[in-house]
């Protein structure tokens, strides 16, 4: 069965209840169990956390046995040069995921320090981004 692990970053656990105008009214949590249950062949394992080193810990963690890490380092991406060095660093492939559009938001927002680690980078489509991205796994 493919392992495929969603991480996110800080603030993201406030989804449904932050910013709705951006980042939508449903919790990660609900949106969670409708990707589980979408994809029934795949093991979907869900992350989060608000503190940096912990973090590149989980990405050290399952980093060398997991097929796949969909990452929403949320405002890391634009900052952490140590979570792009765990990105760097690790075998599993990873797939940067934003919500929101990054690019038609602030400059500081238009950088991610991740990115160049990638496997690929999915910005703009909603909590989908997280769905399109499992799906660019599988093909
Ligand atoms: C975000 C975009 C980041 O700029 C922001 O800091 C977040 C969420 C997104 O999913 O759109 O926390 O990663």
């Given at each position: 069965?493919?392992k495929?692990?969603?991480?996110?970053?800080?603030?993201?656990?406030l989804?449904?209840?932050?910013?709705?105008?951006?980042?939508?009214?449903?919790?990660?949590?609900d949106?969670?169990k409708?990707?589980?249950?979408?994809?029934?062949?795949?093991?979907?394992?869900?992350?989060?956390?608000?503190?940096?080193?912990?973090?590149i810990?989980k990405?050290?963690?399952?980093?060398?046995?997991y097929?796949?890490?969909?990452?929403?380092?949320?405002?890391?991406?634009?900052?952490?040069?140590?979570?792009?060095?765990?990105?760097?660093?690790?075998?599993?492939?990873?797939?940067?995921?934003?919500?929101?559009n990054?690019f038609?938001?602030e400059?500081?927002?238009h950088?991610?320090?991740?990115?160049?680690?990638?496997?690929?980078?999915?910005?703009?489509f909603?909590?989908?981004?997280?769905?399109?991205?499992?799906?660019?796994?599988?093909?």
């Amino acid at each position: 069965m493919l392992k495929i692990a969603i991480i996110n970053g800080p603030n993201l656990n406030l989804l449904g209840i932050r910013e709705k105008e951006i980042y939508g009214s449903s919790s990660f949590e609900d949106y969670f169990k409708t990707i589980e249950q979408k994809f029934p062949t795949i093991d979907l394992t869900y992350y989060q956390s608000n503190i940096e080193g912990e973090l590149i810990n989980k990405l050290h963690e399952i980093g060398f046995t997991y097929d796949a890490i969909i990452l929403n380092a949320g405002a890391y991406t634009h900052t952490s040069i140590a979570i792009a060095d765990a990105v760097a660093g690790i075998k599993t492939p990873v797939v940067e995921v934003h919500i929101s559009n990054v690019f038609s938001r602030e400059d500081y927002r238009h950088v991610s320090y991740l990115g160049k680690h990638c496997k690929g980078s999915i910005s703009g489509f909603g909590l989908n981004g997280y769905e399109l991205a499992i799906q660019s796994v599988l093909i």
